[in-house]
């Protein structure tokens, strides 16, 4: 068995022992029991300046190469989201034409005719994210000037999305976050961008642990009143809505709202700490899933849906449960820098050539995080090739001083 030294909480080391790969199969037919995307990272150029601030220069051939192993496994790509580093690195020069190329990705998967994803269309293989990003939020000007811009920045980046082929996701937004005085705002906004889109949505609800700058949205920091206003908004434009993502961590709620949306209005989860339960169900509702943890854990997590798809649900549901402690673990308070731990087990795997981040976020989390990251990974069975993982992460515990 492959071993190496691990650091301790105590300053100290201790030996590991890898327990051997795990063999996840591959769909040969595509999933329908649950609709899943992965919220797919970005990889940049292992020699760019990837440091807070700077353009954001892609790896174009690994980037677009972990979309294709995504698809491969059946799951569909949320793209050009906050796991994407939107507003942490990745600026709106680099989404456009991230969008674009998964679009023409997309086709490309449709048009050959995989197995996993037969009959299935560019949007139901990728969403992609339009939000305000391209906005300088502190020239930002107040009342209905402000609305006014935020309505044109959201025009802007839906036109790119749909353009290119994907399903829309409205993103939250800074921008609409600091210029809106109140519920009514809100509602003008996204009712005025519902009322144009030609073909259904998904409405995104990002909580704060996520992105503090998103405090009080829908009009409140209480999560109930908010709740309302959001509704209120779905039941007025179900039509346009073809689901809701939440991420607010917060499992009880979700099981509330979920029972409250409109009949054909699909809530895809992203909580990443209880998924398991929230895809599984209660006896009349289930979750589909938009989380950034299946970017980590994409081949146990298509494995598990097609145990769902088979009849077996006690059998995904185990599955799912076996990757939970690796989910709370990368979406760990600052939950914020968990894309941290999605890259470095995309280097583990040799998904990318380097563990080098946008915005300089590779260093978002500590040596200590990432030796957790590892052993986690390790026993979910989700080091692909644990030799290789091991000299990976050998390697870079030795240029971090662990055991020198």
């Known amino acids: 068995m492959t071993s190496l030294i691990l650091p301790t909480n105590d300053g100290g080391t201790r030996e590991y022992r890898l327990q051997a790969a795990t063999s996840w199969a591959k769909p040969t037919v595509p999933l329908t029991a649950r609709r899943a995307y992965a919220a797919a990272h970005v990889i940049p150029e292992v020699a760019a300046d990837n440091t807070p601030g700077a353009p954001a220069q892609l790896d174009w051939d690994a980037t677009l190469a972990y979309r294709h192993e995504l698809w491969s496994y059946g799951l569909g790509v949320a793209d050009a989201m906050d796991t994407a580093q939107r507003g942490m690195g990745l600026d709106w020069a680099a989404t456009q034409q991230l969008i674009k190329r998964t679009g023409a990705e997309a086709a490309s998967v449709v048009a050959a005719g995989n197995a996993a994803v037969a009959g299935k269309s560019v949007r139901d293989l990728v969403s992609c994210g339009a939000g305000t990003d391209q906005l300088d939020i502190a020239a930002l000007p107040e009342g209905a000037a402000g609305i006014q811009a935020v309505i044109d ?53 990002l909580g704060t642990m996520f992105d503090p700058a998103l405090a009080g949205y829908w009009g409140s920091d209480d999560v109930s009143v908010a709740t309302e206003t959001f509704l209120s908004l779905i039941r007025e434009h179900s039509d346009k809505v073809d689901g809701v993502k939440v991420s607010l961590l917060d499992a009880s709620h979700e099981v509330a709202l979920r029972a409250n949306l409109p009949e054909g209005v699909r809530l895809y989860t992203g909580d990443d700490f209880n998924y398991p339960e929230l895809i599984d169900g209660d006896q009349t509702h289930h979750s589909d899933a938009l989380l950034g943890i299946f970017a980590a854990i994409y081949p146990a997590a298509s494995v598990a849906l097609q145990k769902y798809d088979a009849g077996q649900g006690a059998e995904g549901r185990a599955i799912l449960d076996s990757t939970r402690e690796l989910g709370k673990h990368i979406f760990s308070a600052p939950t914020f820098y968990y894309k941290t731990g999605i890259a470095f087990m995309s280097w583990l795997n040799g998904k990318q050539p380097g563990f080098q981040m946008v915005g300089g976020l590779h260093s978002g989390r500590s040596v200590l995080h990432l030796a957790k990251t590892f052993e986690l990974a390790d026993q979910a069975g989700l080091l692909r090739d644990p030799s290789l993982a091991a000299f990976r992460m050998s390697d870079f515990l030795r240029i971090n001083g662990v055991g020198a």
């Open 153 to 205: 920045a959201y025009r802007e980046q839906i036109a790119v999305v749909s353009e290119a082929g994907p399903k829309v996701i409205l993103m939250a937004s800074r921008a609409l976050a600091k210029v809106a005085n109140g519920a009514d705002d809100y509602l003008h906004v996204y009712s005025t961008l519902l009322q144009e889109v030609d073909q259904p949505v998904i409405l995104h609800w």
